[in-house]
């Protein structure tokens, strides 16, 4: 039976070496990509390796970085210059294969497996092939992971320091994976760690080997899946995708913004106004797309960087503004407390499970059809007045109760790719 290839290509510190790469002069040198300097709101999106050496981090505030790094030079983001330098690198990704599977703008999954032959039959020639063509012509460096699933395929590419391939085999897995900590391992978030530690399962190895019961009890179902990764034993197919599509991603499948506040936010009021502005901007995004959501999504950052999120499902496929407002507000009031104690600093909010606004919504027997069609017409209306005036020509009577938070414009000041880029927290990985 013939082995399962797939390789992971990770694009190092992509936002930072993109920025150098469009301007040599800061080839070589400590820099960041981030917010406004001038605003609170400014903190690192990513870094390039200079910086990282110095202790640079992703989500720092600016000054915390020019502590540890006087020389450091912060570059705005230029999203457009992200996503053309995406799509040509899986340009060059579809010549290999029609089984390119983007994970973000910067990491892509490749299926090697019914087209190696065509190539040489050799997958670490083509793993350095796809390397050298990335730098030569992107003029960026890559790490990729080359194993028999997904899910070790990008732990190979995870774990490189940069510019390298690393192969995992079913004969050298458990001597090269297992000894890892266990939050290493895709789908193995801050939460789930900590729930696997306070069982004493510290590595991937001891997932591997730890009790059916034992995982169920604490994960669930979700235990006996992370367990099978953990051995190796990932199936998942790497989707077929069409390459003429590969500007577009195919399909937005969330659509979401985030921002830090400009000053901690500790009384519901002030997260109201900042819940209500991001979701707002999502609606509208969805509606310019002619996308509903059947399910929004919170994620919120505490004053010391750490985080969480969490998701509902809507009653029915919604782009309306209030209900995705109303919904989101009321999962972070589900989820924290918000005083004093527990400042927040930053809040996103995502739209996802999205549906064609073309297709029909199924209305509650019991709801309010024409209150629905009223809240559809304001949002119409605001749109139109916004693209003939400019996004701060309306704003609603709760985003103008906190006055920092009634100056900013959420299309100036976000801080979340607003395109459907998002992976769950515990999926993800900087792409600093």
Known sequence: MTERVVLHVDMNAFYASVEQHKNPSLRGRPIAVAGNPERRNGIIL?????????????????????????????VPPDYRS???????????????????????????????????????????????????????????????????????????????????????????????????????????????????????????????????????????????????????????????????????????????????????????????????????????????????????????????LLGYTRQAPLPAPSNITEELSRAAFALLRANEPLDRIHPVRALGVRACNLVSADLPVQEDLFGDVAARESLERLDATIDDLRRRFGNGCVKRMVELSDEAMAGLDIKRDNIIHPVGFFAPDAHSRSAS
């Not at 990282?52 to 720092?60: H, N, R």
């Open 46 to 74: 990513a870094k390039s390796r200079e910086a990282k050496a110095c202790g640079v981090k992703t989500a720092e505030a600016l000054w915390q970085a020019k502590e540890k790094c006087p020389d450091i030079i912060f």
């Open 82 to 304: 992200y996503l053309r330098y995406s799509r040509f690198a899986r340009q060059i990704y579809y010549q290999y294969s029609d089984q390119v599977e983007p994970f973000g703008l910067d990491e892509s999954w490749i299926e090697l497996t019914h087209t190696l032959h065509l190539h040489g039959g050799d997958a670490m020639l083509v793993a350095e092939e796809i390397s050298e063509r990335i730098k030569a012509e992107l003029g960026l460096t890559v790490s990729v992971g080359v194993s028999f699933n997904k899910v070790f395929a990008k732990f190979g590419s995870d774990t490189d320091p940069g510019d390298g391939i690393m192969r995992i085999t079913p004969r050298n897995f458990r001597s090269i994976v297992w000894p890892h900590p266990v939050d290493e391992l895709i789908y193995v978030g801050r939460a789930t760690k900590s729930k696997l530690n306070s069982s004493a399962v510290f590595t991937i190895g001891d997932l591997a080997c730890a009790s059916d019961t034992l995982l169920q009890r604490r994960l669930g179902k979700m235990g006996g899946i992370i367990k099978m990764f953990a051995n190796g034993q990932d199936i998942s197919p790497v989707k077929v995708m069409d390459p003429a599509k590969a500007d577009a991603d195919y399909a937005i499948k969330s659509i979401g913004n985030g921002l830090t506040a400009p000053h901690d936010l500790v009384t519901e009021r002030e997260a109201k106004a900042l819940i209500y502005l991001l979701s707002e901007s999502v609606a509208q995004r969805l509606r310019e797309c002619r996308m509903r959501a059947r399910t929004i999504a919170i994620s919120v950052r505490g004053h010391d």
